[in-house]
């Protein structure tokens, strides 16, 4: 990542990269005072590479199948990101699980994505477990990465109604629509300094409000 002045954005993907892309576009269109300088994929198949390569973005592979350990590749990894030198790390869709190290390595510059309304359904599938619930709502949060899995501190969500006829498929859909929307907005605000991880919780222009924000569909307007 070549230093070009301002905040400097590295994104892990391992597929897609859907994500990866709104982040683009959203850099693009002016909504992200921000500079996406890397894209770095476990897998060297992984289609948002391609995406990456088609703004512009420097790409890498380091693939997790060439480390024996877990822990050395999270070395490799925070190895790269260091002399990339990140303001912030965006995980979209990187589909490996970081350890603590490396967690603890980058703690404060590290968000990712995930597709519930935090702190219910952790982990995967759950827009099956969603519904098999009953739940009437789903969604999906933004929160800052701390070893546990899922379990960091919620920055931002987006709510979407559970239709009586929804399937998973469906349902994925709908959230994913709103990723797209609630993602870029998130580093947004991380890049313009008004959102923080401070003592106590997320910091929301210098103050902890009593719940995440959270986005709905009539309300998700880029910018």
């Given amino acids: 990542m070549s230093d070009t002045g301002g905040f400097r ?60 350990r877990r822990e050395a590749y999270d ?33 404060g510059r590290l968000i990712n994505i995930h597709p519930s309304l935090l702190p219910a359904y952790r982990g995967l599938h759950t827009h099956e477990r969603a519904i098999a619930a009953g739940e009437r709502q789903h ?8 070893p546990e899995l899922d379990a960091g501190p919620v920055i931002a969500q987006a709510a979407v109604p559970i239709h009586p006829d929804d399937d ?6 709908r959230v994913q629509a709103m990723e797209h929307v609630l993602y870029p907005q998130v580093v947004g605000w991380i890049a313009d300094g008004r959102v923080q991880l401070g003592d106590g919780g997320v910091r929301h222009d210098g103050r902890i409000p009593p719940h995440p924000p959270c986005l709905t569909p009539t309300a998700a307007t880029p910018g």
């Fill in 75 to 107: 070395q490799a990894l925070a190895d790269r990101l260091e002399a990339a030198r990140p303001d912030l790390i965006v995980l979209a869709g990187f589909m490996r699980i970081l350890g603590a190290a490396f967690v603890a390595r980058f703690t």
């Fill in 139 to 146: 969604g999906c949060s933004v929160h800052y990465v701390i």
């Fill in 9 to 68: 954005i590295a994104v892990l993907i391992s597929g897609s990269g859907t994500n990866l892309q709104a982040i683009i576009d959203a850099v693009q269109a002016g909504r992200i005072a921000a500079h996406v300088g890397r894209v770095i994929s476990n897998r060297p198949d992984a289609g948002g590479l391609e995406r990456a390569a088609a703004a512009g973005i420097a790409t890498e592979v380091i693939d997790h199948r060439d480390f024996e």
């Fill in 168 to 173: 998973a498929a469906r349902l994925a859909q």
